[in-house]
């Protein structure tokens, strides 16, 4: 099981370098636990987290603040069905808006 990310910064063309990431697992009784956290590199991506996620409802909060003033952290939400895949979350963020889709 892999899981990666992406930030881009939609306001300057650009991906994000240095954006802290953290990444939790929820339990079944719907509370969150950290697994780990990283920062983007200097092409906006996170590829090794140094924890397996597993299956289960995860989550990666960016930590925003630098990139948008409106957004100080954006937070989204996944669930892995199936850990012998890849899963790529990218996050695409301007000073007004983001969005978010299931990569490859």
Do not use: Q
Not at 53 to 67: I, K, N, S, Y
Not at 80 to 87: A, C, K, N, Y
């Amino acid at each position: 099981m892999s899981l990666s990310t992406h930030v881009l910064d939609a306001a300057k063309g650009l991906p994000a370098a240095g954006v802290a990431v953290r990444l939790d697992r929820r339990a079944d009784d719907g509370t969150w636990t950290a697994l780990a956290e990283a920062r983007t590199d200097a092409d906006g991506r996170i590829r090794e987290w140094g924890a397996e996620p597993g299956e289960g409802v995860h989550r990666l909060t960016f930590d925003t603040a630098g990139l948008s003033d409106f957004y100080p952290e954006v937070t989204v939400a996944f669930t892995i069905t199936d850990p012998g895949r890849h899963h790529h979350v990218p996050l695409l963020i301007s000073p007004f808006a983001y969005s978010t889709y299931r990569g490859s």
